[in-house]
């Protein structure tokens, strides 16, 4: 198990993050290496075996519906890089 | 008492502001002093916030004067600093919120407001939990208290060297996979991780939600247990924490071990665990055996494939949850000219070296064609770990184990590496996987004199089993009563 640069690449922009060249040649090598490392896993016979997402009992817990106070504008966009008239500002999205 | 007052541990401070022999501003005095002597060579803290901690204990103070009490009243704690308080900027370790300051606290620190405590401040930690050492913070490595050159662990080594270097009476830790036990494996302090959903998660910014759990690093298990009671049980904030009830876990402190019986993994007894370590631990169960506990011999067979099973489960939640990091709702924005280029700019900035590495490993084994093969395995092999466990339960109360195969290592020995930096985890996250509990407990030292930690594990909610065997052993021996020596002055 190899991943090529461009495979890397491809990775990269599903999980959005811009890499420099030499973080991809990087990332080629250590996730080919810990990738490696995990295909010991497939030696093991699941055929049989329900996957565990989840540890807990617990399924479809409900919350009460009741109103209940939440935070106000000013404080929900306190950390906000950008704003404008008590929304978020963000570049236009079908201007591509 | 001829101990200094950032000594103390909780139950001594909580007994001498109840028999009013000291305020909590005397405590919080001597704690900022002890931060300001020793943390420039430790640095434990990321963010201090002693002109508020001496207000909480001014308050303290003045309801304690009123004739009230609280569980906590006026002790000063550390959080980790993925734990969001309310006005305290939180940065999980991560330059990407490095002047994110949220607007509400995390269940586990509001129940500790509520019992009276004072914040002392927030803690290194890898950045956003994802480490063993503490050298991912996207600010600076916390040093081991006990040898300066060496990490603490991680990733909540700001909290277990703020312990061992006392800096605070005691600070919760998060762990994912082991990040509050090897901390306190490394830095010779009590570390407890309780099982999955009996401490809410809200509030904990997210790594791995299935496996993540708020837990405490204390100077000895009386404390941990205290800390545990108050904090534990059902927040409606998190629909994963258990809806069951919450005891005083400090009556389970019995002392008491006959006919407790303690399994002893094959798995966990390998080689490459370090001599001194295994003669340790080993020793330590030879303790619990003489306090009338029973030694069974068990087996964990998939123990081996935690590790690749850890870090395709856990890497590929962190992918899910670090979506969120995305420059428009908070954190670092690049100002890029596209909303497409400011997200792979924002994050590709803003983000360090391990969290990338391990947001590319999850989002590869999400993706189309291979999450049936590493993903769904994973998953599938998850659940013949988890079985491993039922079965053993089935044999005895709990399992002993080290905490890690070494004691602490050089700071940058393992940086360039990552498996190797992974192989760390190899005896911690097999707990995390099961979604059970466990605590380390120190129970010795090696030939350079770092301290080892004793791992016990015991089933889902089986925290007072956990805690009555890690307090017996440790009340059978001094262990809990050496101290690391600092530099002290002027860093």
């Known amino acids: 198990m190899h991943l090529t640069i461009d495979e890397v690449r491809h990775v990269a922009e599903l999980a959005k993050l811009r890499l420099s060249e030499a973080e991809l040649a990087l990332y080629a090598e250590q996730l080919s290496a810990i990738l490696e490392y995990a295909a010991s896993l497939q030696q093991v016979d699941t055929s049989h075996v329900a996957p565990t997402p989840y540890v807990l009992p617990l399924v479809n817990v409900m919350a009460v519906d009741a109103p209940a106070p939440s935070l106000d504008n000013d404080t929900a966009l306190r950390n906000a890089p950008d704003q404008a008239e008590g929304f978020f500002r963000v570049r236009a999205v079908f201007e591509e | ?491």
């Open chain 2, 1 to 491: 008492m001829n101990k200094a007052l950032y000594e103390l541990t909780i139950h001594e401070a909580l007994a001498g502001m109840r028999a009013g022999d000291f305020t909590a501003v005397d405590l919080t005095q001597s704690l900022i002093e002890r931060i300001a002597q020793v943390d420039g060579h430790v640095k434990a803290y990321l963010t201090l916030t002693a002109e508020q901690a001496l207000a909480q204990a001014e308050a303290a103070d003045a309801r304690r004067a009123a004739g009230e009490d609280a569980p906590l009243l006026g002790i000063p704690l550390a959080i980790k600093d993925v734990l969001c308080t309310a006005g305290v900027r939180t940065t999980c370790g991560s330059r990407i919120l490095e002047n994110f300051v949220p607007p509400y606290t995390a269940t586990a620190v509001q129940r500790l407001a509520s019992a009276g405590i004072v914040m002392l401040g927030k803690t290194n930690t890898d950045e956003f939990a994802m480490g063993s050492s503490t050298e991912n913070s996207g600010y600076f490595t916390t040093h081991n208290p006990w040898d300066l050159d060496r990490v603490p662990g991680g990733s909540s080594g700001g909290s277990g060297a703020a312990v061992a270097a006392q800096v605070a009476l005691a600070a919760l830790g998060t762990d994912t996979g082991g990040s509050v036990r090897l901390p306190a494996s490394y830095c010779g302090v009590v570390g407890l991780k309780p099982s999955y959903g009996r401490v809410s998660r809200y509030g904990l910014i997210a790594y791995g939600s299935s496996l993540d759990q708020v837990g405490v690093l204390a100077k000895d298990v009386r404390d941990a247990a205290l800390i545990l009671t108050v904090m534990a049980g059902h927040d409606a904030h998190d629909s994963t924490s258990m809806p069951a009830p919450v005891p005083d876990y400090r009556q389970a402190l019995t002392g008491d071990v006959r006919r407790l019986r303690v399994g002893l993994p094959q798995e966990y007894f390998i080689a490459g665990v370090q001599p001194e370590v295994e003669a340790a631990v080993r020793a330590a169960i030879d303790t619990l055996a003489r306090l009338g506990a029973e030694i069974v011999p068990i087996s964990l067979p998939n123990t081996d494939k935690a590790l690749p099973v850890y870090y395709l489960v856990a890497t590929a939640e962190a992918s899910a949850n670090l979506a969120r990091f995305d420059g428009v709702r908070y954190g670092f924005s690049a100002g890029a000219e596209s909303i497409l280029e400011n997200y792979r700019a924002s994050r590709g900035q803003g983000f360090g070296a391990e969290v990338k590495r391990r947001i590319m490993l999850g989002a590869y084994a999400l993706s189309a064609g291979y999450y049936d093969a590493y993903y769904l395995k994973a998953q599938q092999v998850r659940t013949l770990i988890k079985q491993d466990f039922e079965r053993a339960f089935a044999q005895v109360d709990v399992i002993a184990s080290p905490v890690a195969p070494t004691t602490a290592f050089r700071i940058g020995e393992k940086a360039d590496d990552p498996l190797a930096m992974y192989l760390s985890d190899v005896f911690t996250i097999t707990l995390n996987l099961a979604g059970m509990c466990g605590i380390s407990v120190p129970c010795g030292f090696d030939d350079a004199g770092l301290p080892i930690g004793l791992q016990l594990m015991g089933p889902h909610l089986g925290e007072e089993t956990v805690l009555r065997a890690a307090h017996a052993y440790e009340q059978a021996t001094a262990w809990h009563t050496h101290w690391a020596q600092p530099i002290v002055g002027e860093a």
